[in-house]
């Protein structure tokens, strides 16, 4: 029977089929040469340093493949890690369950949505609405926005997990407005909920998520300005300065040039949106490393690479599991389940991107 990643612990012996996420061919200090792999199944992520037939195993396993793992768990700075016996590429006479080993969202899809629909009604200028009704009232969107991944690993990457982390920022942008009035609302809400959009086009992948390239050559908040400015475009009388703002949302939104962001926040809205957006995917990672080290030894997580901090494991943090959203409105945590889990492709969208 199959142990799920976030299960395994210290000894335990490993035979089964993982995703293979990430693979990177370095250098140790006496010139040799290993590999650092990420593995991930439906529960989470574990890695892998690999010093012993490197080339083959470099050839076996290659990043958005699954593969067949033999070998045992070990420990590392307090965090399980694979060490590879033996591995295999999956063959088709296999007979894999996909549903384990794609990550997904425990929250409801279609509550969060519901949800998210809530907030979208709340705005009141005719532009806005208009140009929020030209994405989230399209099918075809609305299908790849409710199961996209919102990161390649580092946040709320799972299927679903776009969903889920535009939800948070809403939360929180919505949350600003009440507290600070002079906020312009709509433009916070809009801000949230198109931040991202551009990560439909940035990413794909059957099993595991990768870059495309128009993702590598120009990047989600590229891209997503350059939609958002298409639609208003579109729409009849749109105000150029409403449609300036918005796009700036979206192209500051990172916060920093140094983490991809052309540039600086410069309206108190944008201000705003780049600290939810922080806030949410900072507070995901801090409750998904607690969680995942609650029951390893010692007071401190590991080093979170996106934080670059270890976390004091608080009592509070450790419980109701590795998320930290509250329930949607009627939502509820999704069980695992047997049925393939729907996942983002190569996405037909991107036949008409920029068109």
């Known amino acids: 029977m199959r142990k799920f990643i976030k299960e395994l612990r ?5 035979d089964d089929f993982f995703v293979v996420m990430q693979r990177e061919k370095r250098e140790a200090k006496n010139g040799n040469p290993y590999l650092s ?19 083959r195993l470099f050839a076996v396993l290659e990043p958005n493949t699954i593969a067949k793992i033999t070998g045992s768990v070990s420990s590392r700075e307090g965090k399980a890690q694979l060490k590879i016996f033996d591995a295999r590429p999956a063959r088709e006479d296999d007979n894999i369950d996909f549903s384990a080993l794609r990550p997904v969202s425990p929250y409801d899809r279609e509550a969060m949505f519901k949800e998210l629909e809530d907030y979208r009604a709340k705005v009141k200028d005719p532009f806005v609405a208009k140009l929020l009704a030209s994405f989230f009232e399209d099918s075809e969107f609305v299908k790849e926005f409710k199961t996209h991944t919102a990161a390649k690993a580092m946040h709320h990457a799972t299927v679903g997990g776009l969903l889920e982390h535009t939800l948070g920022v809403v939360r929180l942008a919505d949350s600003f407005s009440d507290l600070y009035p002079k906020l312009d609302r709509d433009l916070m809400i809009a801000g949230a909920m198109l931040h991202d959009i551009g990560k439909l086009y940035e990413m794909g992948g059957l099993v595991a998520t990768e870059y495309t390239a128009v993702g590598r050559l120009l990047g989600h908040i590229v891209i997503g300005s350059e939609l958002v ?20 949302i979206i192209v500051s939104h990172h916060g920093k040039q140094e983490f991809g962001s052309p540039c600086l926040p410069q309206t108190p809205e ?9 806030f949410d995917s900072h507070i995901f990672q801090a409750f998904r490393a607690i969680g995942e080290e609650s029951e390893q030894p010692g007071e401190f997580t590991a080093r979170v690479k996106g934080l670059d901090t270890a976390l004091y494991k608080t009592e509070a943090a450790k419980g109701n599991g590795l998320y930290s959203m509250a329930f949607p409105e009627g939502g509820k945590i999704e069980e695992p389940s047997k049925k393939e889990p729907e996942v983002q492709t190569s996405s037909p969208m991107q036949d008409d991107l920029f068109k």
Do not use: N, W, Y
């Open 229 to 248: 400015g298409k639609a208003c475009d579109k729409i009849e009388g749109f105000p150029e300065s409403l449609k300036l703002q918005l796009q700036h």
């Open 37 to 55: 792999v990420a593995f991930s199944d439906a529960s989470g992520t574990i890695g892998s340093t690999v010093f012993d037939d490197v080339e």
């Open 10 to 14: 210290e000894g335990d012996r490993v």
């Open 270 to 278: 944008a201000m705003a949106l780049f600290r939810a957006d922080e």
